[in-house]
């Protein structure tokens, strides 16, 4: 099943900087690493949307089943023979990793071949792609985690679904905070993930376009929390579960 997908995750990474060509925009650090904007122009957004997401929705496909399919078939045999369910679950997050570094890094690479606006001379650009960069990876990875820890309650199929729609619900709900300035609920911004690894909505400096909706300085410990908190969890609920 992940042999299948590996090819949509692929392509959606070839496609993505493709459609940002659309927009009449001088990109000038990867458009994936600025996310989805916040502005009156609903056509906009939601293109943004779609083209920020496609990689993303893709990547939940691939890691569908990526714990629950694999305690039904190896996971039980290792953990059987090693009795060490951390090991297990350490080798599983440590794929997880690697995987999303090789997605990252294909991303940037697809981004500046296509779009010839990108400044890779610039100091002061390739620090802030990087700083981007390493959000969208946390990002990714709490994601992921929460999609897998999921999948150790339900089935991965509802656990895909689930996350897919919180993070649907996450760039619309922010938005529609924003537009309407519903002050009173701008909070809520920092338990919709997906928006922290947005530049358009964490500090990235763009006029008209920049909202800073996550203070920076809270990102990376408020998704290394979370995180955290995921990988616990889901140690504890293999503990407790009869796969032994």
Do not use: C
């Not at 650009?125 to 390493?134: A, E, G, P």
Request: glycine share 4%; charged share 10%; no cysteine.
């Amino acid at each position: 099943m992940m042999h299948k997908t590996l090819i949509f995750v692929l392509l959606s990474i070839l496609i993505q900087p493709l459609l940002y060509l659309r927009f009449d925009i001088d990109f000038e650090v990867p458009a994936f690493l600025l996310g989805v904007p916040v502005t009156s122009a609903l056509k906009m957004n939601y293109e943004f949307m779609l083209y920020w997401y496609l990689p993303i929705a893709t990547l939940t496909f691939y890691f569908t089943g990526f714990f629950k399919e694999n305690l039904s078939t190896y996971g039980i045999l290792k953990i059987t023979r090693n009795y060490n369910i951390r090991l297990w679950l350490f080798n599983r997050y440590k794929y997880i990793v690697f995987f999303l570094i090789i997605f990252v890094l294909l991303q940037l690479a697809t981004s500046y071949l296509y779009l010839s606006t990108l400044v890779s001379d610039n100091t002061h650009l390739l620090l802030w792609t990087l700083r981007l960069s390493i959000n969208y990876f946390i990002t990714l990875f709490v994601i992921i985690s929460l999609q897998l820890l999921l999948e150790l309650f339900t089935s991965p199929q509802t656990a895909q679904l689930t996350i897919n729609l919180y993070i649907v619900f996450s760039l619309l709900s922010v938005n529609e905070i924003y537009l309407n300035h519903w002050a009173s609920a701008s909070n809520i911004s920092y338990i919709m993930l997906a928006n922290y690894g947005m530049g358009y909505k964490s500090g990235y400096d763009i006029p008209n376009i920049n909202t800073d909706i996550i203070n920076s300085g809270f990102l990376i410990p408020i998704l290394a929390v979370v995180g955290s908190i995921s990988i616990f969890i889901s140690y504890r609920r293999l503990k407790s579960m009869d796969i032994i």
